[in-house]
């Protein structure tokens, strides 16, 4: 297919500011600044960048535990991820929820749940609320090959494809479950798109390590969601370069076989050489974008250490119980 220039570097753009995300993130946990734990996403950036290239104002989107980044693709600006993150009051909940339950409504961000897979039924309803309104948009529900398989993520499908419900599911297949291993987990290779039938819903097979792949076979998945034709699933390979969380020693997989996909595979500088190649890109732009996302994050993380945190009087607030 061919881009427009300023699609492309907008796209590359949003790619390497997640990846530099990423990375700054596991370099705060080393240096012991983050209360709580990390699952780093880096190498899995193109599947979420691909996929949300499609999105438009009015979409929901129920984000998972990696690539936690995505949130500040879809809006979250970096002084309040940066604060809830660092456990600060200028958070989305003021520093309640930590990386894991990120969350802001007015972006169309549903939140996060602590227990992988069981918050599926989530975006369904946000599905019921935009055809209820009449609109053309979608709600994304993002999960990892592992949860794939909880009861609740089948019983969300069912409902979405009952109802034929503007569902975008889109599954993250980076092969390990924490410490399984997909081809002991899952009868068949493709562990969404391979079920889908089964629910009379369309699917994609995208290499979530392919930005342009990704947004091409999300592009004609999301379009037929949005026309009124019901759920569809988007099935993203990719691999997950670190451990399932921070500290992971990953003594269940071949770390040779891991190295190969960082190698060959990198889905940054693989975009990055293509544009270069091109001619859309140069190496001194590539150096100042570098420089420039890092200096804002570097502003935002001060401001984020500077800003109060909760105080024992106010940890108990908006609880139920």
Not at 197 to 223: Q, R
Request: net charge negative; aromatic share 10%; with cysteine.
């Amino acid at each position: 297919m061919k881009y427009e220039n300023d699609f492309l570097l907008k796209l590359y753009k949003d790619l390497l500011e997640t990846r530099l995300l990423e990375i700054k993130m596991t370099d705060l946990y080393a240096e012991s600044r983050v209360p709580g734990h990390i699952h780093s996403g880096t190498g899995q950036e193109a599947a979420f960048v691909g996929v949300l290239a499609t999105r438009k104002p009015g979409d929901y989107f129920k984000l998972p535990h990696r690539v936690v980044s995505s949130a500040y693709l879809v809006g979250d600006p970096l002084d309040t991820f940066f604060g809830e993150i660092l456990a600060k009051k200028t958070g989305n909940s003021g520093g309640r929820g930590g990386i894991n339950h990120l969350g802001r409504l007015c972006d169309g961000v549903l939140g996060m749940s602590g227990t992988l897979g069981c918050d599926a039924a989530i975006p369904v309803g946000a599905a019921m609320t935009i055809e209820a309104e009449g609109r053309d948009n979608v709600a994304f529900f993002f999960v990892g090959d592992g949860a794939t398989n909880r009861g609740p993520v089948y019983e969300a499908m069912t409902l979405a494809a009952d109802w034929k419900l503007p569902v975008v599911f889109v599954c993250i297949n980076n092969g390990f479950a924490i410490s399984t291993p997909i081809t002991y987990a899952s009868p068949v290779p493709n562990v969404m798109a391979d079920k889908a039938a089964g629910f009379n819903m369309p699917a994609v097979i995208v290499d979530g390590t392919d930005v342009l792949d990704t947004y091409e076979g999300a592009s004609k998945i999301v379009e037929g969601v949005r026309a009124g034709n019901g759920p569809a699933v988007i099935e993203c390979k990719c691999c997950r370069w670190r451990g399932h969380f921070e500290g992971d020693q990953c003594a269940y997989r071949d770390q040779s076989v891991t190295e190969k996909w960082m190698q060959e595979r990198d889905c940054v500088k693989n975009f990055e050489q293509d544009l270069v190649k091109q001619g859309i890109l140069t190496d001194e732009q590539i150096g100042k974008m570098r420089q420039d996302f890092d200096r804002e994050m570097e502003e935002a993380i001060a401001r984020a250490e500077a800003a109060p945190e909760m105080t024992a009087d106010e940890i108990y607030d908006f609880l139920y119980v």
